[in-house]
């Protein structure tokens, strides 16, 4: 079946530091790929995507690249803030299966002052 | 804010009891999803509707039920409710079923089950 492992946190960094969130993914296919970031309280929102292999998604200084050989879709942001703290799910969701998300079981991401 | 609303937010109820949970869906879309966030089990897909039928049944207990009615709004059922059915339980919807298109999701209900 499908599944998605994600690195586990927390990870606690300063303001302006470099974040890593590592993801991999089992799959049959060819599945698009997803973050999701949820804050406190809230819902989880849609960071980027990316539907095919090579595709880089980015959105709000945060980026990820499908990498078919390695199974991967590692997050990344080059300078933290403070509101940055949440937690970031990686999903995926198989093309033909009707939207289903598969979810990695989040990584919640402290960023200090 | 995803423009899909749940209701109520936040349930206490007692094991045994019976609840409903309720979502409406962004204005166009057609697809429903319920999962379920438990901080042992992360989050789980329950099921999915589209135009009001069932498409898809992910880990959704039998002593659980939804629908989706004429006006697109969902319903999750949940009966003869146990202790380990405390959780977040969040509503997605988006405007096709087509893998690719984002999910948009509620901010959630949370059942408390004393």
């Known amino acids: 079946g499908n599944s998605v492992t994600q690195m586990e946190g927390p990870v606690t960094l300063s303001e302006e530091a470099f974040l890593t969130i590592n993801c991999t993914y089992t799959?049959?296919?060819?599945?698009?790929l997803f973050w999701y970031v949820q804050y406190p309280g809230e819902g989880l929102q849609l960071l980027l995507k990316a539907t095919k292999a090579d595709d880089k998604g980015s959105n709000k200084g945060f980026e990820a690249t499908y990498r078919k050989e390695t199974t991967s879709f590692h997050l990344e942001k080059g300078s933290v803030q403070v509101s940055d703290s949440a937690v970031y799910f990686c999903a995926l969701s198989p093309k033909a299966a009707g939207n289903k998300l598969t979810f990695g079981g989040g990584t919640r991401v402290l960023v200090k002052p | 804010d995803s423009g899909v609303t749940q209701t109520p937010k936040h349930l206490i109820t007692a094991t045994g009891q019976r609840v409903t949970l309720r979502c409406s869906p962004r204005?166009?879309?057609?697809?429903v999803y319920w999962y379920q966030q438990s901080l042992d089990q992360g989050l789980q897909f329950l099921i999915h509707?589209?135009?009001?039928?069932?498409?898809a049944k992910g880990n959704i207990l039998e002593r659980f039920s939804a629908q989706q009615f004429p006006d697109l709004h969902s319903e999750l059922n949940l009966s003869s409710l146990e202790l380990g059915d405390s959780a977040l339980y969040f509503c997605?919807?988006?405007?096709?079923?087509?893998?690719?298109?984002?999910?948009?999701f509620g901010n959630g209900t949370r059942l408390t089950v004393t």
């Open positions: 509707y589209y135009n009001g039928e069932e498409r």
């Open positions: 204005s166009g879309d057609l697809s």
């Open positions: 799959a049959t296919g060819y599945p698009s």
């Open positions: 997605a919807s988006s405007v096709a079923t087509g893998g690719g298109s984002p999910l948009h």
